[in-house]
C-alpha cells in the first residue's frame, strides 16, 4: 500500500479506509474507488506468505472467476479480482450490518434467545442463497457443483435493513486445500465442518446442508454442538456427530424444528436432506402450521434492541406541559390539520403537472382550439398548434438531458464473452479484460455525445482490435459484454 500526503493508504486503484478485521487467509478492509468517493467496497487482500502459492492462487483465480458470476440477492457480490504488486485481493460489496457470530455472542452475553420465527426466516435465506449456487450451471448447461464448504456465521451477514447475505464463496474451497498443507488455517472453523469434509472425503451439495443445520442449533440453543475445548477434540466430535438434544439446552424449541435439525445433522449424508430446497420444503411447513413467518423488518428491529447500548429514559412531563396552550386549543379547531392535508395535496398537484408539462401544453391547446372551432360552428378535429391560428406543429419526441453512461460505468462478462475469458490464463484474462473494458467506455463516451438510444438494448461495437456484442443498463452504470470477436 501506498500512503498519500493527506494520510490515506492507496491500493491499486482503491483508497482504504479502514481495517475491518482479519482471518486465516486474508485481511479484510473498508475501500473506496480513488476516483468515486461514493462507491464503498470491502478489500479483501490475501495475506503475502499465501501470495507466494502457485497451487493456492491457481485455484484461487479459477474459484474467483465463477464468483464474479454469482448474482443473487442473498449473496454478496464480487465486483473485482485482481493483483497489486505481489498482493491478490476480491473486491466486493460493503454490507453495512452484523454478521451471525457477532448476534449470537451478544444474545448470549445478555441472556435473550433467538425466536424460533427468526431463526427459521434467517435459514430460509441462508438455503435461498445455497439453493442458487448448488443448481448454477454454465455456458454449456453443465453443472458448475459449488459447494460453499465454509458456511458458519462469520459469513452470514445481516445488514441494516434486515436481508440476509452470505459471503466468501469459492474462497472456503481453497482453505480447504490449504488445509492439507498448512495447519492452523482452519482454526475456529473445524465446528461448522460436516463428517465427511472433517475426514477428507469428496463433498456435495449435502455438506453445506449440514452446515446450515450448525447454524440452525447454534441461532436456538446459542451453542455450537461440536465445539470442544481444542480443535482436535472438536473434529472429533464433528466425525462422530453426536451433540446434545437442542431441547435441554432451550425448552422453547418446538419438537419439529428438533426434527429438522436432526435431519440436517445426520452423520451419513444419505440420511440428510438430499437438496436445499427439500430442506426449505420441511421448513415451510414447520413456518405455515405452528411457528409463523419472521420477516425483514422483524429481524432488523431485533438487532437494533440487541446492540442498543443506552435506553433513553421516558421523559416525565409537567402538569403545565401536558394541559395545551388555549391557542393551540383553537388552532387545531379551526382546521389546522385540514389545512396541512390541503397544502401537501397541492404540492402533489403542481408535482405532477410540472411532470408531465409538455402532454399538458398540447392538451390545453387542443382544448383552445377546439373551443374556438366550436364558436365558428364546426366540428373539425383539433390538432396541435404553434399558435392559435397558425400552422400543425410537428412534435418531436423530447430526449433527456440527463448523461447516458455514469462517471465510472462497471463492465462485466456474460455468455460467450464469460466463457471465452474463463479459458484464458490469469495474465492473459487479467489483460483482456482490463483492454476490452477502456476500449468500450471509451467509444461509448465519444459516440454517446451525438448518439442517444435506449437502456437494455443489445448493440454491437467496433473498437480498435474487436468486434462486441454488449448492453447498458442499471442508468447506466453497468456495461455488460456477451461476445468478444478479435478483428
Known amino acids: 500500500m501506498v500512503k498519500s500526503a493527506s494520510g490515506s493508504k492507496h491500493f491499486g486503484k482503491y483508497v482504504i479506509e479502514s481495517k475491518i478485521g482479519i482471518g486465516g487467509m486474508a485481511e479484510v478492509y473498508r475501500a473506496r474507488l480513488a476516483n468515486n468517493e461514493g462507491s464503498v467496497f470491502a478489500i479483501k487482500k490475501i495475506l503475502s506468505h499465501y501470495s507466494r502459492d502457485e497451487n493456492l492462487i491457481s485455484m484461487l483465480v479459477n474459484e474467483a472467476k465463477v464468483s464474479v458470476s454469482l448474482r443473487h440477492p ?5 465486483y473485482d479480482f485482481g493483483r497489486v504488486g505481489d498482493s491478490y485481493y476480491i473486491a466486493m460489496e460493503f454490507v453495512r450490518g452484523k454478521n451471525l457470530k457477532d448476534i449470537v455472542q451478544e444474545c448470549r452475553r445478555r441472556g435473550m434467545w433467538i425466536s424460533p420465527k427468526l431463526a427459521l426466516f434467517i435459514m430460509m435465506e441462508v438455503l435461498e442463497a445455497l439453493a442458487y449456487a448448488h443448481n448454477r450451471r454454465d455456458n454449456f448447461n453443465q453443472p458448475l457443483e ?42 475456529g472453523k473445524f465446528g461448522y465442518m460436516s463428517p465427511e469434509q472433517a475426514k477428507g472425503k469428496r463433498v456435495d451439495a449435502r455438506t453445506d446442508i449440514f452446515s446450515a ?44 424444528i428438533e426434527k429438522i435439525i436432526s435431519k440436517a445433522l445426520k452423520k451419513n449424508r444419505l440420511g440428510r436432506y438430499r437438496t436445499t430446497e427439500a430442506f426449505q420444503r420441511h421448513i415451510y411447513k ?31 412531563f409537567t402538569l403545565e406541559e401536558r394541559i395545551p396552550e388555549v391557542s393551540d386549543v383553537k388552532l387545531i379547531e379551526k382546521g389546522g390539520v385540514k389545512r396541512a392535508v390541503v397544502v401537501v395535496s ?30 365558428r360552428g364546426f366540428t373539425a378535429s383539433p390538432r396541435p398548434l404553434d399558435s392559435l391560428g397558425g400552422q400543425p406543429e410537428r412534435v418531436q419526441r423530447r430526449t433527456s438531458t440527463r448523461p447516458f453512461l455514469q462517471e465510472n460505468p462497471r463492465v462485466i462478462f456474460e455468455g460467450e464473452a ?70
Open 418 to 487: 464469460q466463457a471465452q475469458l474463463g479459458r484464458l490464463p490469469f495474465e492473459q484474462f487479467e489483460t483482456l479484460r482490463n483492454d476490452v473494458a477502456d476500449k468500450l467506455i471509451a467509444y461509448l463516451k465519444d459516440r454517446l455525445d451525438t448518439k442517444p438510444y435506449p437502456y437494455g438494448r443489445t448493440q454491437q461495437a467496433e473498437i480498435p482490435g474487436y468486434h462486441l456484442t454488449y448492453r447498458v443498463f442499471h442508468q447506466g452504470e453497468v456495461i455488460a459484454v456477451s461476445a468478444i470477436h478479435e478483428k
Open 74 to 78: 442473498n449473496i454478496v457480490p464480487i
Open 146 to 187: 459449488i459447494v460453499h464448504r465454509d458456511v458458519s456465521p462469520q459469513n452470514i451477514m445481516i445488514s441494516e435493513s434486515g436481508s440476509v447475505k452470505i459471503l466468501d464463496f469459492g474462497i472456503a474451497k481453497v482453505r480447504g486445500k490449504a488445509a492439507e498443507t498448512q495447519t492452523g488455517i482452519l482454526k
Open 286 to 316: 414447520v413456518q405455515s402450521n405452528e411457528v409463523g413467518f419472521g420477516g425483514a423488518t422483524e429481524l432488523c428491529n431485533f438487532i437494533m434492541a440487541l446492540f442498543q447500548t443506552e435506553t433513553t429514559p421516558p421523559k416525565k
Open 213 to 256: 443445520g450448525i447454524l440452525l442449533y447454534e441461532m436456538l440453543t446459542l451453542e455450537n454442538p461440536f465445539l470442544a475445548d481444542t480443535e482436535l477434540e472438536t473434529l472429533r466430535n464433528v466425525k462422530r456427530a453426536k451433540y446434545v438434544n437442542p431441547r435441554l439446552l432451550n425448552k422453547t424449541i418446538p419438537k419439529s
Open 346 to 375: 397541492l404540492l402533489i398537484v403542481i408535482v405532477i403537472c410540472w411532470s408531465y408539462r409538455s402532454h399538458l401544453s398540447v392538451m390545453t391547446r387542443n382544448v383552445l382550439l377546439t373551443a374556438r372551432n366550436w364558436f
